[in-house]
């Protein structure tokens, strides 16, 4: 089968390009390879991938519609799109909003304006975030909780392209598949996150600036347990759409062709205790520069995961004790 993967270079997207192409899968990968971190880490998971023969490359922006549905129309027989490309972070949303209106708002709908077109698109699958629960205060956090208030630009335009998305599959019938992931960590990771800028600074003798006075629980999600959640998304999960129009009452088999799931290890670390963890891993104690809470920034995640676990079998394995030595042991490996 034929997957087109947007966002191929990033941290999760080169992760999920690489599982398919290992098992024989063709993948059409595009990136624009922006400068938002560093280039050349981008580069390097890219010459992994290019090693298939399976990958076929595209160096464009979501954004450029008419460059997008161009790579679009050459290639009929994709099958699946699994959307990773955005502009990611909560704090940068406040440097340079207009990119995150660019990335996730445009580009997720010529995305979707893809899929629409598409002869034989069996399923979508985009990332959302965690982020999109703002300031709620129910734990853990569910698919079914209200998700109106968004702390952040970066969680308003995740929770606007569910909103899209929802649309467009009401629409057009596409079978599309959100994701809420939380907090994903391990090698190859993005250097804007905590795992990656505490290691790089704890081993270059620096000071880690810690939030909220260290007061603040993630859901840290190893990338493996994220990778294979996509995989099993992409393979075994089927949608029963019934004949109805979508706006007629619902019978006992209809339901939209349209899911949304939390993808996390269903375990809030306290971040104290993940700097201490990796410590451990590293060898060497953290300077900490403690610091109040950030704007955007929630205090706890937790995922609930129960809809995943049932309804495709999704069961994180990894924990912080095993997934952060991984960690450390690829950043320092990368970075001899």
């Known amino acids: 089968m034929t997957i087109l993967i947007t966002g191929a270079a990033g941290f999760i997207g080169f992760h999920v390009a690489q599982t398919l192409l290992l098992r024989g899968e063709k993948v059409i990968g595009i990136d624009n390879l922006n400068d938002y971190y560093d280039v050349s880490l981008k580069s390097s998971r890219l010459d992994i991938l290019n090693k298939h023969k399976n990958f ?3 160096p464009s922006d979501i954004a450029d519609k008419n460059d997008i549905s161009g790579i679009a129309k ?5 099958k699946y799109v699994v959307h990773l490309a955005a502009q990611p972070g909560v704090r940068y949303s406040l440097e340079n909003p207009f990119a995150y209106v660019a990335s996730n708002l445009v580009g997720h709908m010529v995305i979707l304006e893809v899929c629409r077109n598409l002869p034989n ?5 985009y990332a959302s975030s965690s982020s999109v629960y703002g300031g709620n205060t129910k734990l853990p956090f569910s698919v079914s909780d209200n998700v109106d208030t968004p702390l952040s630009l970066y969680a308003a335009t995740k929770k606007s392209d569910e909103l899209l998305t929802h649309s467009y599959s009401h629409l057009f019938k596409i079978p599309s598949v959100g994701l809420r992931f939380f907090t994903v960590y391990g090698p190859w990771g ?3 996150m905590a795992t990656f ?4 600074a704890i081993l270059e003798n620096k000071p880690i600036t810690v939030f909220n006075n260290g007061d603040m629980k993630r859901d840290f999600t190893y990338i493996d347990d994220i990778v294979d959640g996509i995989i099993k ?3 075994g999960l089927s949608f029963v759409v019934d004949s109805k129009e979508n706006d007629q009452p619902p019978t006992t088999n209809y339901q939209r062709p349209y899911k949304i799931y939390n993808l996390g290890n269903n375990k809030s670390e306290n971040l104290m205790y993940f700097i201490n963890t990796l410590e451990n891993a590293i ?3 953290a300077i900490i520069d403690f610091q109040p809470m950030h704007p955007g920034d929630v205090k706890e995640t937790y995922a609930d995961i129960e809809d995943a676990k049932r309804d495709f079998g999704f069961s994180p394995q990894t924990s912080i004790e095993e997934g952060l030595p991984k960690f450390v042991e690829w950043y320092s490996s990368y970075y001899r």
Not at 121 to 125: M, R, T, W
Not at 197 to 200: A, M
């Open 56 to 58: 076929l490359f595209y």
């Open 74 to 78: 050459s290639h009929p027989e994709i």
């Open 121 to 125: 698109l069996e399923k979508f699958v």
């Open 190 to 192: 993005r250097p804007d």
């Open 197 to 200: 800028l505490f290691t790089k």
């Open 233 to 235: 998304i992409v393979d």
């Open 283 to 285: 060898g060497k104690k």
